[in-house]
């Protein structure tokens, strides 16, 4: 009993809301009031959760002596010692066994784009994550796959390719700001714990995220005019504001407050991108769904 406790905080529940772009395809397909897509989603969304979090403990596993030279990370329940590495190797094959037959009984195509992601994140954890540009690259790769798993899942008719592309420029965007933060938090001991983080600058870094920021918001925009199955009258293209706000803010959490080290914690704690999410998903499904 007492190793549950720090189980359950190495599976990283904070980080699940990351699985929530399952979703994409079940709002944007405009079947989110459907009940039988709207099941089968939820389940995918669940076995997605289970196995990024078999990727944590692998993570931890194989970064377990980095972690411990980390101001935070030293804290997680394996670099501290609370948490034994048999436990969590036992806990992660029993997930796994589990959560892959459960995936292909769900939807074929599903269990085969969960085996991918599974397999092309365990590649992140040993080899892919010190490759310089090929890290994000892999991470945004994770959030597509992400959403083509709810396409599968959804049977879509409507729903358009062009959300791949925002889906990719945006998890690049995060992941390059997290980057970002690991390397002002880190400063000088940055190498010692990350290999990779030697092979980037501040200034690359920015470079990068500026691009992506702006890529994002044209890539966005285009989808909102000229994507198919769209309202004629182009009124998604009011949702546009909202994205722009989303980028500023997170640009300024990056570069002023100084943070973007835990994306998943400044979603369910900054009142104003969340204000603005929520104001842009709204818009979203009044548009799509009474339009």
Known sequence: MTMLKPLFKTLRPKQWPKNLFIFAA??????????????????????????????????????????RQHPVKKKRPLASGQLSSKVAIIAALVIGVICVPLSFALETYFGWIAIGYVILMIAYSFFLKNMVIVDVMTIAAGFVLR??????????????????????????????????????????????HRAILNEYSLSFIDEMISIISAATLIAYSLYTFSAENLPQNHTMMLTTPFVLYGLFRYL?????????????????????????????ALAVVLILYLA
């Open 26 to 67: 079940l709002v944007f397909d405009v079947k989110l009031f459907q009940s039988d897509p709207l099941l089968r989603t939820v389940a995918g969304f669940v076995l997605f959760c289970l196995l990024s979090s078999t990727i944590y403990i692998i993570n931890d596993l194989v970064d377990i002596e980095k972690d």
């Open 147 to 192: 959403v083509v798993a709810g396409v599968v899942l959804v049977h879509v008719e409507r729903f358009s390719p062009w959300l791949y592309v925002c889906t990719t420029l945006l998890a690049l965007f995060i992941a390059v700001g997290k980057r970002r933060n690991e390397l002002t938090l880190l400063k000088g001991s940055a190498n010692a």
């Open 252 to 280: 300024y959490l990056i570069h002023v407050k100084g943070e973007g080290g835990a994306p998943e914690e400044i979603v369910v704690k900054d009142k104003p991108l969340i204000v603005s999410f929520g104001l842009w």
